[in-house]
């Protein structure tokens, strides 16, 4: 690499930027230094033919007094090779809690994926509400969705909650707001910030993630933040917070080290985004993306520019806007478009009187 990255190892391999993993494992303030490698998540081979179902989620929710019109997205992928029969798509609730749907639809001859989107109509619908708003529950939705094509057939089963979350950034006396309206109404957020349950991260199963959420609850909380020096937590962090009504900030894992500025970096983290984003924007609970964990903070405030020659600012600076200016807000526009992306937190920074 051209030039060099700050970082927290106590030695000058700098190796934490560069790699892929749980920054937290190379040492931070509150952990030691324990870098580990291997494969620590499930692998499996999957075979499939026709069409398959690779997300189903709400795309848009749009309120008409009481009634909910809801923007349905499923998106599947067709083997291709052959022009093969209409695949007929269809959603339904199993308790009948809105009107099922059924349509036809061409599969792409060549393969690949496409979007199926329908538009339900909810009358009387409730809403999802975080804990303590005062004005309902955290009511979700079980929603189950299949794609025939032929003799071969796929189904998703998925939990929905319909609201809309809104960061609202305007011009006030003290400068600008930063605030949270859930379904329309203004929201006191409560929390903290989430780092993995155990430092060897395999080590944290289920019941360490309903131990975190519970805790939360009990004490009142209403939002947590998953902190980018991490991991992006599995599945049952976030079920369980749709269920116990806790917004989820989920910041990219990106934290306290700028970014190498090469192509083949930002390709893979284009393709780690979208991974993450097409996972996890189903939930309720997800509330805003963040781009990383204190890098803009470091630059303009810790000292980081002096490590650099002059004519090197300008390089370092150009691949961090590319990441986080560009990447991944592009990824997020595109995949997520309804949920608010900011670059960095803080916001401000240490010795600034807006913090």
Not at 155 to 177: F, I, N, P, Q, W
Not at 303 to 329: K, M, S, T
Request: glycine share 10%.
């Amino acid at each position: 690499h051209p030039w060099p990255i700050p970082h927290q190892e106590p030695d000058a391999r700098a190796t934490r930027a560069f790699s892929r993993k749980a920054a937290y494992h190379f040492g931070w303030d509150w952990g030691p230094r324990y870098p580990t490698s291997g494969i620590w998540r499930p692998a499996r081979l999957e075979a499939w033919s026709g069409v398959r179902i690779t997300d189903a989620h709400v795309a848009s929710l749009q309120m008409l007094g009481d009634t909910a019109l809801v923007r349905f997205a499923v998106d599947m992928e067709a083997a291709g090779g052959t022009a093969g029969p209409p695949v007929r798509v269809g959603i339904r609730t199993p308790d009948g809690s809105f009107r099922a749907v059924v349509e036809n639809i061409a599969a792409p001859a060549v393969g690949g994926p496409f979007r199926w989107e329908t538009t339900l109509v909810v009358p009387g619908a409730e809403l999802w509400w975080p804990r303590g708003a005062g004005r309902g529950s955290p009511r979700l939705y079980d929603v189950e969705v299949d794609a025939v094509q032929g003799h071969r057939w796929d189904r998703r089963a998925v939990r929905v909650g319909l609201r809309t979350v809104e960061l609202v950034t305007e011009a006030d006396t003290a400068g600008e707001s930063f605030l949270f309206r859930v379904n329309g109404a203004p929201l006191f957020a409560r929390g903290a910030n989430v780092v993995p349950p155990d430092h060897f991260t395999r080590r944290a199963d289920s019941a360490a993630y309903a131990r975190l959420v519970a805790d939360a609850a009990a004490a009142n909380m209403n939002m947590l933040r998953v902190w980018g020096g991490g991991v992006y937590l599995p599945d049952v962090f976030y079920d369980l917070a749709d269920q116990a009504g806790i917004l989820v900030w989920q910041d990219f894992m990106f934290a306290n080290a700028l970014v190498p500025g090469d192509s083949a970096f930002a390709a893979s983290v284009a393709a780690e985004a979208e991974d993450q984003v097409r996972r996890l924007r189903r939930h309720p609970s997800l509330a805003i993306w963040c781009g990383n964990n204190e890098i803009a903070e470091g630059w303009a405030d810790w000292g980081w520019q002096a490590d650099y020659a002059p004519q090197v600012v300008p390089e370092v600076e150009a691949a961090y806007r590319r990441i986080f200016l560009d990447v991944l807000p592009g990824v997020v526009a595109r995949l997520d478009g309804g949920r608010p992306y900011i670059p960095s937190s803080p916001r401000h920074g240490w010795g600034h009187p807006e913090s």
